[in-house]
């Protein structure tokens, strides 16, 4: 059992609705230490009725193995066990490093490999890596989906001040990958990037999801609107990179560098395989 944090009844969250084709959610801490400027979870009830700022918390919950066993068992038995992790938090806290909460997560799945269907991991942190062995156990039922907006450094540090580097998570990704996980990269939201990005993107990734903030944010661009996002660019960058239709036109060079069905946009990126369907004008919502 963790020693920090408190004990939730259930670990699973049954979901749906942009989450279709998962039946539930996994998050191993409340809040989130990297307090992202555009994080949509600020704004859920789940953060705003904690009256602490975004960013300033990230509460491992604490769960025995056998409680977490008994609870995929009963979800298995109700359909299916397709899980998400983390809808509302990155399940690679910096805190993770000491109370291992989602490796504890992932030891207990890997023991009872048979309650797991599949696995979405979304995370930005290259702690995730430490995890490889564990996660390559679950083959082909596992995906890794590693955010990495841009390849600019700069640009980086001044969108999520502090989230990794983007250096250490293209390591995080090749070392993934060297222990044949899946890994998928979330170029979500596209930020400023250099012209060698699409590239990039094409070695190192088995498939890439790319979202932008009219599609990305559910509401045509008027949520990102509202927090300022354009105020975050560069005058020479605005006109370039804060445009409707910039996932789409992004996935299209990349197209020129990878098999366009391991390019996947806006929601479908983040849906299982199976379900999700790759980029082309049938997957676009702007073209509808
Ligand atoms: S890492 Fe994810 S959950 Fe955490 S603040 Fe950033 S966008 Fe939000």
């Not at 559910?218 to 927090?227: I, L, V």
Request: glycine share 6%.
């Amino acid at each position: 059992m963790t020693k920090t944090g408190n004990a939730p009844r259930r670990l699973l969250t049954p979901t749906g609705g942009y989450l279709r084709g998962y039946d539930y959610t996994l998050n191993p801490f409340i809040g989130c230490a990297y307090g992202c400027k555009y994080c949509y979870v600020q704004a859920l009830p789940v953060a705003r009725f904690r009256g602490e700022p975004w960013g300033s918390y990230a509460e491992p919950k604490r769960f025995s193995a056998e409680a977490f066993v008994r609870e995929l068992g009963r979800a298995k038995l109700r359909g299916g066990t397709r899980i998400f992790m983390s809808s509302s938090t990155d399940p690679y806290q910096p805190a993770e490093w000491r109370v291992q909460a989602t490796r504890s997560l992932l030891l207990t799945m890997q023991s009872a490999p048979e309650l797991v269907d599949f696995l979405f991991v979304q995370t930005r942190s290259p702690l995730v890596a430490r995890d490889a062995e564990i996660l390559a156990t679950l083959r082909d039922r596992v995906l890794v989906s590693v955010t990495l907006e841009t390849d600019q450094e700069e640009v980086r540090r001044r969108f999520t001040p502090r989230a990794p580097t983007v250096r250490a998570r293209i390591r995080a990704v090749e070392a993934l990958r060297a222990h044949g996980v899946p890994v998928q990269i979330a170029v979500a939201p596209i930020l400023p990037s250099s012209p060698d990005f699409p590239q990039l993107l094409a070695t190192l990734a088995d498939s890439v999801a790319i979202d932008d903030w009219f599609i990305g944010d559910g509401a045509h661009g008027r949520r990102s609107r509202a927090m300022g996002v354009d105020k975050w660019y560069l005058p020479e960058e605005r006109e370039v990179w804060y445009r409707p239709g910039q996932a789409r036109d992004f996935a299209e060079l990349l197209a020129e560098q990878m098999p366009r069905d391991r390019i996947f946009l806006h929601q479908q990126g983040f849906l299982p395989p199976g379900v999700r369907q790759p980029f082309d004008e049938r997957t676009d919502p702007e073209h509808a």
